[in-house]
């Protein structure tokens, strides 16, 4: 509110020399900007797309991949071509090359996996600079969430994916 003024912004302690490029991270010009990866993981149905719907922000890359079979297939969200696995995983890949090498000017990035094993989690995480978060959803609620549901989803091939990984699940590995 006070840029106008001269005894402010003029003043002598409030300068500061710095490189154009630094100054326009400061001020997140040119797609700069303070930008995170976050690796979201969890249970099937723990809720991972759910809160990173409620943290999204214009400019945020989601990485999902039951929006990329959605996407390339054109089926309903849980219908899964398996003739399309190659292209689903290399659209997967690609994408997370970009964010890797942080191509493009996204903001933050959400990557959703389950992830039960603590070294894949850790490698993936360390490999895209990303920090984890992980939602801790019991079984049992997911279990009744998938019950609960009608979107879809194939109850007993879902209720194996559940049950697998909380049989595989590492907090801390091995």
Known sequence: QNYTDA???????????????????????????GRQVYLVYGSPLSGKTSYVNSVLEQGDLVIDMDSIWQCVSGQPRYVKPNRLKSIVFSVRDNLLESVKYRRGKWSN????????????????????????????????????????NNDGRDINEWEKYINEYFENYELYGN
């Open 109 to 148: 990035c959400y990557v959703i996996q389950s992830l039960p094993f603590k070294n894949d989690r850790d490698r993936l995480a360390d490999d895209l600079g990303a920090k984890l978060i992980h939602i801790d959803t019991d079984k049992s609620e997911c279990l009744q969430r998938l019950y609960d």
């Open 7 to 33: 005894n402010i912004s003029l003043n002598p302690d409030n300068i500061m020399l710095v490189h154009h490029r630094c100054h326009s991270k400061i001020h997140n010009k040119l797609g700069y900007s």
